[in-house]
Nanobody
Framework: QVQLVESGGGLVQPGGSLRLSCAAS????????MGWYRQAPGKQRELVAR??????NYTDSVKGRFTISGDNAKNTVYLQMDSLKPEDTAVYLC?????????????WGQGTQVTVSS
């Protein structure tokens, strides 16, 4: 069993910053990818950023503002969010693809609320 525990969400003013963390624990053989989705009310779930073997990808709306990074020793991924905008308001969900070369599974965190408002 694998658990993903997120932290770091909250309320911030426009232009402010937040740092999200997601730590994986449990029966981890190998982590292939970790990343963040977000879901705002009435909108589809959106992939925000992911990191895999050191390669990062971002959705266009956050490029230049968000930075994803990982600490392999801690099985943890971070999302540094700068220059936050009201449209970044959403529940941010961490995910990880973990397993072996033969079989991989996707795991989800519980989600953390990010609210950008003055």
């Amino acid at each position: 069993q694998v658990q993903l525990v997120e932290s770091g969400g909250g309320l911030v003013q426009p232009g402010g910053s937040l740092r999200l963390s997601c730590a994986a624990s449990g029966s981890i053989f190998s982590i292939y990818t970790m990343g963040w989705y977000r879901q705002a009310p009435g909108k589809q779930r959106e992939l925000v950023a992911r990191i895999s073997n050191g390669i990062t990808n971002y959705t266009d709306s956050v490029k230049g503002r968000f930075t994803i990074s990982g600490d392999n020793a801690k099985n943890t991924v971070y999302l540094q969010m700068d220059s936050l905008k009201p449209e970044d308001t959403a529940v941010y969900l961490c995910y990880a693809i973990i397993g072996s070369a033969e079989r991989k599974y996707r795991y989800w965190g519980q989600g953390t609320q990010v609210t950008v408002s003055s």
